[in-house]
C-alpha cells in the first residue's frame, strides 16, 4: 500500500524560504509518477511540481518556476520541496501525490489531479506580507 506523509509545513514571512518534506513508501519509485500540488481556500488544486523517474525530468508550474524545486532523496524515500522567495500567493495546502506510470511519457503528458492515484494529508503553508 502506498503511503505519503507531507511535514515541513508553516508560516513565513515573504520573501523566506521553507522546505518540504513527504515521506514515501509501498511504491517502486522508478514505476511512478510522483508529484507536489497545492490548493488554497476557494481555489481548485493545482500541480506545483512532478518528476518523471524514467526520463530524469522535473516539471514546474510557471507560477512556481525558479523559486522551487523538486528532489528526491538517494534511496528514493523521501520527496522534497524546496520553496525560496515565497510570496502570499503561495499560501496553500500542500500535498503529495503518487501515481503509477502508465506509459513512457504519462508522467509529463498527466499534470493533474485527477492522473494521481495515492495522496498524502497535506501540510499548510502560510506566507504573509
Known amino acids: 500500500q502506498v503511503q505519503l506523509v507531507e511535514s515541513g509545513g508553516g508560516s513565513v514571512q515573504a520573501g523566506g524560504s521553507l522546505r518540504l518534506s513527504c515521506a514515501a513508501s509501498g511504491y517502486t519509485w522508478s514505476i511512478y509518477c510522483v508529484a507536489w500540488f497545492r490548493q488554497a481556500p476557494g481555489k481548485e488544486r493545482e500541480g506545483v511540481a512532478r518528476?518523471?523517474?524514467?526520463?530524469?525530468?522535473?516539471y514546474y508550474s510557471d507560477s512556481v518556476q525558479g523559486r522551487f524545486t523538486m528532489s528526491q532523496d538517494n534511496a528514493k524515500t523521501t520527496l522534497y520541496l524546496q520553496m525560496n522567495s515565497l510570496k502570499p500567493e503561495d499560501t496553500a495546502m500542500y500535498y503529495c501525490?503518487?501515481?503509477?506510470?502508465?506509459?513512457?511519457?504519462?508522467?509529463?503528458?498527466?499534470?493533474?489531479?485527477?492522473?494521481?492515484?495515492?495522496w498524502g494529508q497535506g501540510t499548510q503553508v502560510t506566507v504573509s506580507s
Open positions: 518528476i518523471d523517474p524514467s526520463a530524469g525530468s522535473t
Open positions: 501525490a503518487a501515481t503509477p506510470r502508465y506509459s513512457r511519457s504519462w508522467c509529463a503528458e498527466h499534470p493533474g489531479p485527477d492522473d494521481y492515484r495515492y
